[in-house]
């Protein structure tokens, strides 16, 4: 519950004041990377998001949505077609 709290706080444009709660507690949570990432994509932040997305891989994201929300800002930005 708080974790989905802080992050709609996050979504908001208030991500400075949590986010070294979120790191502190769930460092290797590929969940948290990638709910970071959609936060940073809908504030338009596509570097940002796509630096949340590669750790979410990088911390062996088990359902793949790292992978797919790269997938999907590289076509956004025509970087694949």
């Not at 992050?7 to 004041?17: D, N, P």
């Not at 460092?27 to 940002?48: I, L």
């Not at 979410?56 to 997938?71: I, T």
Request: with cysteine; aromatic share 18%; net charge positive.
């Amino acid at each position: 519950m708080l974790f989905t709290i802080i992050l709609e706080q996050l979504c908001q444009g208030k991500q400075f004041m949590y986010t070294f709660f979120l790191f502190k507690y769930r460092p290797k949570d590929s969940r948290m990377w990638n709910a970071m990432g959609n936060c940073y994509d809908k504030m338009d932040k596509k570097h940002e998001a796509t630096k949340c997305y590669e750790r979410a891989e990088n911390c062996k994201d088990k359902e793949g949505n790292g992978y797919q929300f790269l997938k999907v800002i590289f076509k956004e930005l025509h970087y694949i077609n």
